[in-house]
Structure formats: structure tokens, C-alpha cells
């Protein structure tokens, strides 16, 4: 845990107190009003020293600490990525606060294209793993043998079984499937697409992926739910864009919503 986190972490406890955390959320395009529905203290990441400024529009770049379904909560309103830096490990600094601040399990959220005829635009698909397609990877210049981190059970099956049954008494139906990250911000080629759909993705991306290896490398818990805003280029007939995303990421985000919150009230 770097020094740094340490002092970030105690600055956050002195506003919004310091009952540990228990779960991070982290939310993706067009699902920042998740935050604004916490009962709790928003953290502007300008006033968190070395935290991203989250610039994606249809993101909240506020770190919310509070209850939400009667758990400590804290939600990431919104994420670095790797293409607006060009640094992988841009969510780095603000996993080792969640971790410093007591969590030991984080759900990532995204906005996704599809690339599956049954899983169209509204749906949300739980992630059962990754393909990094980007060739980066956080932890390039870590120095410990800590970098070597297994991803065997990245996404924790426990953690896995139990949104699925959240995912069964909310009545919403939640797909499951493999993400595969490329880096943006240009969308992906119909080739690209058809590359990796015969290499068994399900879904793609521009983020998760580096924050899920950075959060297994801390030792935190992770699950990650997409929300399908598209059908991946050359699959559909919608023109793909970031206004797209952000403007189609509320059909789905009620249904995680649901999922998430069920989560909280059931496993806590
Ligand atoms: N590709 C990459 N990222 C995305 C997509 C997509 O089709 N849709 C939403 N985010």
C-alpha cells in the first residue's frame, strides 16, 4: 500500500468518518447516478490528490462514501481509463484508498458492445473472465514479485453465484460472459470484432480489464457486470458512438441497478 493512499485514506475518514468500508463500486459510462443515490459524503476527485480527473462526459467524478441498501459503500462515480492517459495503472492510486479504507471485495460496472444475437442492446452480462486485447498491462513496472498475480478465479465465483441469485429474485435476466478489452478510444473494426468473436468473447470494451488485475494484485474480491449499449461493430445496424453509449446505457442500468442492490441488501 503505497504511502500515499494511507494519507488519502485519512483524509476521506475525516469527511465522511471512519466506519471501514465494505464494498467499492466503480461505475461506468452513463451509470454515474448510481452515486447520487447514496446516503453519504461526495468527494470531489480534485480534492483527492493523485486521483484521475475522471474528464469522460457520462461520468461522475465524485468518490461517494456512504450507506447504500444499509452497506458501507464506496462508489467510484466515475473511472480513468487507460486512453486518456496513456497510463494503465490510472486506477491504481483510488483501489489502494479502497483497500486502505477497509473494503475487501469491488464490483466494476461498464457500458459494452455485444457481440452476441441474443444479448442486444439493454441487456447486462456478468463478466465469468477477460481477454486483454490492448497488450498493456498495470502492473508493467511494478517491482515486486507481487506483479506475477495469478488470474485464476479473477472474477470470483462466489461473488459471481451470489449476483446471480440477486439477478434471479430481482426477475431481471442476467447473461454471463467473457469481456475482452481493447484499448479505444477509436471503436473497433468489424475485422477486430470478428477476430475476437471466434476467440470466444462475448462482449467488449474499454476498460475493466486493468482495474480488475490491479484489484487482484491488492487482493480484493472482483466481480464486474456490463451494461450492453450496442452490437459490437459489424454486428447491428446502430451507428456506434460515445453519444450512443451514454444515451442507450439507461435501458440497462435499471437492471443493474436492481441486481446491485439486491446484492447489498442480501450478502452484508
Ligand atoms: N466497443 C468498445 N467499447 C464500448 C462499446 C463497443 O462497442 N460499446 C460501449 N463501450
Known sequence: ???????????????????????GLILGSGLGHIADTVDGVAIPYDALPGFPHAGVSGHNPNLVIGTLEGVRVAV????????????????RLPL????????????????AGSLRAD???????????????SGLNPLIGEKSDARFVSMHN?????LREALKQAALASDVDMHEGIYTWYSGPSFETPAEIRAIRMLGSD?????????????????LRTAAISTITNMAEGLGTEAI???????????GASKLEKVLRRYLRVNF
Open 96 to 111: 489502494e484508498v479502497l483497500k486502505a479504507l477497509g473494503a475487501d471485495q469491488v464490483i466494476a460496472t461498464n457500458a
Open 241 to 251: 458512438s460515445h453519444e450512443h453509449t451514454k444515451n442507450m446505457a439507461p435501458l
Open 76 to 91: 467510484f462515480g466515475g473511472r480513468a481509463h487507460y486512453y486518456e492517459s496513456g497510463r494503465g495503472d490510472a486506477m
Open 154 to 158: 479473477a472474477y470470483d465465483a462466489d
Open 119 to 133: 444479448m442486444p442492446t439493454g441487456s447486462i452480462m456478468c463478466l465469468t473472465d477477460h481477454i486483454n486485447f
Open 203 to 219: 462482449a467488449v470494451g474499454m476498460s475493466t480489464v486493468p482495474e480488475v488485475i490491479l484489484a487482484r494484485f491488492l487482493g
Open 1 to 23: 500500500m503505497s504511502k500515499n493512499a494511507e494519507t488519502l485514506a485519512a483524509q476521506i475518514k475525516e469527511l465522511a468518518g471512519d466506519a471501514p468500508v465494505q464494498i
